[in-house]
Structure formats: C-alpha cells, structure tokens
C-alpha cells in the first residue's frame, strides 16, 4: 500500500499528539494545579517549536509538512487560556515563573498576545512553502517567546 502526503501528514500528526499528552498529563499536580497546568500548557508549546528549531538549524532534514504541522499546531495552542495558570495566589509552589509576571500582568498579557499573532503568521507563512518567509515568520516567533523568557522566566525552579 503507497503512502500519500496526506496520510503521511496524518500518521505524524498522531504520533505527535500521542507523544505530547503524556509530556502534558506529566505536569498535572492536582496540589499545585495553576503551577502544573501552565507548565503543560509550555510543553506543549516546546513539543513543537523544538522539531521547528532543529529544521530551521538544519539539526535534522527539513520537511514542508511536518514544520507546516507543528507550526499549525502552535498556532492552535497559543489560542487556549493561559491566564487560568496564572491566577492571583499561584506565584508560589513548583514555578519557574518570575513573581513579576503578577505585578505586570498587563505587560504579561501583552507579550502573550504578541506570540499568538506571530505564531498564527508563521503557520501561514508555513502551509504557503517559502522557505524565506517561513524563517522571518519563525525568527518572530522565538523573538516573542524569548522577550516573555527574558522578562518573566527563571532559569531554575524558584
């Protein structure tokens, strides 16, 4: 039986998504649920700007679809409700968030807003197939996820 692109697409977006729930349920902690609920929601994220990194760096072999995929997929998780992992009290506990993300939670918002148009222009930008267009959609998204890291995530588990 010949595999089209379709199928192909389909297989790998299964086995993506199969390979990122357990990355996601991993974090669920009930004790801590702001905490383990935002840090799912950022591995996701990471599940799939990861494979788009390592192609734009040539790590492993490019392919149209699979960062089509992921990108349409990031566009998608950026769409979910992450102020619900941010509530006033869950600074504390399990977080590599910083404490100031409570005090300017405005700016916070912000760059939130700012990675979701970026990563809706890359998966445009990646289902249209130009490669240069592709790499400034992706260099603006790692810039909007990287401006929020700068200012709001601690390299350590605080």
């Known amino acids: 039986m010949a595999w089209n692109s379709k199928k192909t697409l389909a297989a790998l977006a299964l086995a993506t998504g199969m390979g990122a729930a357990p990355v996601a349920l991993s974090h669920l902690n009930p004790e801590e649920f702001p905490q383990s609920y935002r840090q799912s929601l950022f ?3 990471g599940a799939n700007m990861g494979p788009m990194a390592s192609m734009a760096k040539g790590e492993i072999p490019w392919d149209d679809a699979r960062f089509a995929g992921f990108a349409a997929d990031l566009a998608t998780a ?16 399990t977080t590599r968030a910083k404490p100031g993300i ?25 289902e249209g197939g130009d490669k240069k267009a592709i790499m400034t959609a992706f260099q603006a998204t790692g810039g909007a996820c990287k401006s929020c890291h700068d200012e709001y995530k601690s390299k350590d588990y605080l």
Do not use: Q, V
């Not at 102020?83 to 006033?88: A, C, E, L, V």
């Open 78 to 93: 950026t769409t979910l409700d992450y102020m619900r992992g941010f509530p006033k009290g869950s600074e504390g506990g």
């Open 43 to 45: 591995a996701i994220l």
């Open 102 to 126: 409570w005090e300017n939670m405005d700016d916070f918002e912000a760059k939130l807003n700012d990675l979701r148009a970026a990563a809706a222009e890359l998966a445009t930008a990646a």
